[in-house]
C-alpha cells in the first residue's frame, strides 16, 4: 500500500504531481520539497511577459497556498535534498531531518550552463528580476548563445530600449532547435528590431564588462548573459546510483532503475515507444506537465506509457513559434507558405509518416494547423505532400483521414 509519496522539485512537474495525484483519489501523504524558498510558479514567463511588466512582477504561481492546503500537500520550502537512501526508502535533507517514502518521485529541472561569473543565467524568478533591472534603454546587452533563451532576453531587452547584440558560434540560430528557414525569419526580426547579429562568431575571453571574440575584436557591455543551454539536475540520482543517460534514465513509464523512483521534466529522459523506442529528455512546458501525469498514474499501479507527442513553443516579438513531433525523424520537408513571415514545414519520414510539424507565424495564426498536424502525429498518418504544401487546403480534412 503506497501511504507517502515524496516529491523533490518545485517546477512544473512536481507542481503537476501533487495536483494530478490528488486527482486520481490518493488519499496518503504527498511532500513536496523545493531548495528554492517559493512555492512552484511558471518559468515560461520569465524571459517573456514577466521581465516586460511595468510594474514589479510577482511570480505566476502553480501551486498557491490555499491550493497547496487543500491538497493537503506538506510543503518543505528553502531546502535541499542531500542524499536519497534506498535501501531506507529515505531523503535526508540539508538540516539533518528525514522523510519517509514509499514511492519517490524526482522532478528536479535542469541549470543554465555556466560560462564563468561575469556571465549572468535565467532560472528563477531572482534571476528575472536581476535581468530586468538591467534591460534599459540605452545600457548594452550581450547574449552568448542563440538559443530560444538567448533570442526571447534578446527580444525582451530590444523592447525594453536597450542595445542588444547576440553572439553565437554555430553558423546559424537555432542550429539544433529549428530548421533554416524558419531561423531565418526570426534572424531577420531581431535584426530590424535593431539586435545586432553575429553568427559563426567564436568567444575567447569574458570579462567584467566586455567580451573578446576570437578574431581580436572586444565588445563592451553593461550585461553580459550566458544563453547556451541548460544540463539536467541528476546530481542527486546519480549519487544514490540511478542510471544516467543524458538526464535521469527512465523507461516509458518514467520509472527509473529503481522500481520505487520515477522522474519528470527536464531532468528526466524516457523512451518513446510511438518514436521507435528512441530515448528522449524535453525542456518543455508541455512535456513536464504529461510526464508528470504518466509517473503519477504508474506511481498509482497503472502501466501507462508516455506516447505523448512533444510540442514546444516560443514567443520572439509578435512571432509565435510552435513545434510539435520530431522535425530530424522525418528527412522529407514539405513547405506550406501562408505568408512571407509565416510558414509550416511538415517533415515526413521515408515512408510518408508525418513525424513533425514546425511553425512560425503573427500570434497564433500557425497555432490551430500545429494542433491539427500534432493530431495526424499521433495516429501516425502518411498525409499526400501537395495536399499539405497547398495552403488552399485545409489540414482538418487531412486529419480526418
Not at 529503481?258 to 519528470?264: K, S
Not at 514567443?315 to 512571407?340: C, F, T
Request: with cysteine; hydrophobic share 45%.
Amino acid at each position: 500500500m503506497i501511504e507517502r509519496v515524496v516529491i523533490i522539485g518545485g517546477g512544473m512537474a512536481g507542481a503537476r504531481a501533487c495536483i494530478n495525484l490528488r486527482a486520481n483519489d490518493y488519499q496518503g501523504h504527498i511532500t513536496l520539497i523545493s531548495e528554492e524558498a517559493l512555492l512552484p510558479y511558471d518559468r515560461p514567463p520569465l524571459s517573456k511577459a514577466s521581465i516586460l511588466e511595468e510594474n514589479v512582477p510577482e511570480p505566476i504561481w502553480l501551486l498557491e497556498p490555499d491550493i497547496v492546503a487543500s491538497l493537503k500537500v506538506e510543503a518543505k520550502l528553502g531546502i535541499a535534498v542531500t542524499k536519497i537512501d534506498r535501501s531506507a526508502k529515505q531523503v535526508i535533507l540539508a538540516d539533518g531531518s528525514v522523510v519517509q517514502y514509499d514511492k519517490l518521485l524526482i522532478a528536479t529541472g535542469a541549470k543554465p550552463r555556466s560560462l564563468g561569473p561575469h556571465a549572468l543565467t535565467l532560472r528563477n524568478h531572482n534571476d528575472m528580476l536581476e535581468l530586468r533591472s538591467r534591460f534599459k534603454p540605452g545600457k548594452s546587452i550581450v547574449i552568448i548563445g542563440g538559443g530560444f533563451i538567448g533570442l526571447e532576453l534578446a527580444s525582451s531587452a530590444a523592447k525594453l530600449g536597450s542595445k542588444v547584440m547576440v553572439i553565437e558560434a554555430q553558423p546559424r540560430i537555432l542550429m539544433r532547435g529549428v530548421p533554416e528557414p524558419i531561423s531565418m525569419i526570426i534572424h531577420d526580426r531581431h535584426v530590424t528590431a535593431g539586435v545586432e547579429m553575429l553568427t559563426g562568431t567564436a568567444i575567447e575571453a569574458i570579462n567584467e564588462h566586455s567580451v573578446r571574440l576570437k578574431q581580436g575584436r572586444e565588445i563592451a557591455a553593461d550585461t553580459i548573459i550566458a544563453g547556451i543551454g541548460a544540463s539536467p539536475n541528476v546530481q542527486l540520482a546519480q549519487e544514490t546510483g540511478l542510471t544516467i543517460e543524458n538526464g535521469i534514465a527512465c523507461n516509458s513509464q518514467m520509472q527509473t532503475s529503481d522500481p520505487d523512483i520515477y522522474a519528470a521534466g527536464d531532468c528526466a529522459s524516457f523512451t518513446h515507444d510511438k518514436l521507435g523506442g528512441r530515448r528522449f529528455r524535453l525542456e518543455a512546458w508541455r512535456s513536464a506537465q504529461e510526464q508528470a501525469a504518466t509517473a503519477v498514474a504508474n506511481i498509482l499501479g497503472a502501466t501507462k506509457a508516455h506516447v505523448s507527442v512533444p510540442w514546444f513553443w516560443s514567443d520572439q516579438y509578435e512571432l509565435g513559434l510552435q513545434i510539435a513531433g520530431m522535425a530530424d525523424m522525418g528527412p522529407r520537408v514539405v513547405e506550406r507558405r501562408l505568408a512571407e513571415n509565416a510558414l509550416i514545414l511538415f517533415h515526413l519520414a521515408e515512408d510518408g509518416t508525418l513525424m513533425g510539424a514546425s511553425g512560425i507565424g503573427p500570434g497564433n495564426a500557425i497555432a490551430r494547423d500545429i494542433k491539427l498536424a500534432e493530431m495526424m502525429i499521433t495516429k501516425s498518418m502518411k498525409p499526400a505532400p501537395e495536399a499539405l504544401a497547398d495552403p488552399m487546403v485545409q489540414l482538418k480534412i487531412l486529419q480526418k483521414g
